[in-house]
C-alpha cells in the first residue's frame, strides 16, 4: 500500500528509534482470495528490538477497517 501512512505517536513507545518501529496490517482473505481486505485503520506496531508490539486505534483515521486489497477489481468496490 504505497499510499499508506501513519503518525505513531511517541508515547507508544518512548525512547524507541523510530527505525525500530515496524507497522503490519491485518489481512481478511476471503473463499476468493482476490476479495482481500486490509484493515489500514488499526496498525499493528511492533518495536522490533524490543519485542513487543500492540494494535493501535487511533482517535480518528481516514483509513477503513476494510480497505481492498486488490482495489483496480470493480467487484471489490463497496466490499
Not at 2 to 18: A, C, Q, S
Not at 33 to 56: F, K, Y
Request: charge should be negative; glycine fraction near 6%; hydrophobic fraction near 40%.
Amino acid at each position: 500500500m504505497p499510499h499508506y501512512k501513519v503518525e505513531v505517536p511517541d508515547d507508544l513507545f518512548p525512547g524507541v528509534r523510530p527505525q525500530d518501529i515496524v507497522l503490519l496490517a491485518i489481512v481478511w482473505v476471503p473463499e476468493d482470495p482476490l476479495r482481500a481486505t486490509v484493515n489500514l485503520q488499526e496498525p499493528l506496531i511492533v518495536d522490533i528490538r524490543g519485542h513487543r508490539g500492540l494494535q493501535w486505534v487511533p482517535a480518528e483515521s481516514s483509513y477503513s477497517l476494510r480497505d481492498p486489497l486488490f482495489p483496480c477489481r470493480p467487484e471489490a468496490v463497496g466490499v
